[in-house]
């Protein structure tokens, strides 16, 4: 992520992202139908429709600390406030994104202003693509999201400063981890869907202030709401 031309900071890599489909009921049943119950007519005799055992796991809390739920949802529409002390900014943009951007937001301190690159910012990317590690639950295995997170990571030159692990975004399963880059460093959340990522990271420079970066960056993480 760098400034625009007209902000002098210069090029700089973008402060990266690192690093489905939860089943209803059956597609040809009606709205408010019970997809337990049998479709045969009453007093026929006929046994309840069978549930899918994988519709049954997929409420199970085996193997969730192995496994990722992916956010049944369009990252798209997420909200979030300006935090208190920042002001919107239009002089940043992402570099080197890792996926196709959908949409980008940042937002600088002004109380008190700091130098170039302290900032919060969203970006929200589509057309991610899990292949065929996606179960029928929409989940997807940590070490996959791992493998991820790590290709992001050498596409920018960027080494992990804390181990990542799983935390919750607006109420939903994300991965949380520190970053660093040779001028700066960041605080980053990973929101995935089955073919969208939310990510979310706060940054600051040596020369800046990073007790006033976390701090709106943890009223920006507070704010933030999807579906």
């Known amino acids: 992520m760098r400034e625009a031309a007209r902000v002098a900071c210069g090029a700089l890599l973008l402060a990266a992202a690192l690093v489905g489909c939860v089943p209803g009921a059956d597609p040809g049943a009606g709205p408010g139908s019970d997809p337990t119950a049998s479709t045969s007519a009453p007093g026929t005799g006929s046994t309840p429709t069978e549930i899918p055992s994988w519709l ?10 192995e496994e990722l739920q ?3 949802l369009d990252l798209t529409t997420a909200t979030w406030a300006t935090p208190p002390g920042f002001e919107v900014s239009t002089s940043y943009v992402e570099d080197n994104p890792v996926e196709r951007i959908h949409s980008t937001w940042y937002a600088v301190p002004t109380d008190p202003v700091l130098p170039s690159l302290n900032v919060v910012q969203v970006v929200v990317y589509v057309d ?3 292949g065929d590690l996606a179960d029928g639950c929409g989940r ?3 070490a996959a999201v791992e493998e ?3 290709r992001y990571r050498e596409q920018i030159g960027a080494e992990p400063l804390s181990e990542a692990r799983t935390t ?3 109420g ?15 605080a980053g959340w990973w ?11 706060c940054q600051w420079t040596p020369d800046g202030d990073r007790e006033v970066i976390e701090r709106g960056c943890d009223d920006l993480v507070a704010s933030l709401a999807v579906g």
């Open 148 to 150: 991820k997170l790590a």
């Open 70 to 72: 992916l956010a049944d």
């Open 172 to 186: 939903h399963p994300a991965i949380r981890q520190d970053i660093g880059l040779d001028r700066y460093s960041y």
């Open 168 to 170: 919750e975004l607006a």
């Open 128 to 130: 991610i693509d899990w």
């Open 56 to 65: 049954l796991e997929c409420g199970a809390d085996d193997g969730k600390d």
């Open 140 to 142: 997807v295995p940590i």
């Open 191 to 201: 929101l995935f869907s089955s073919d969208q990522l939310l990510h979310l990271y």
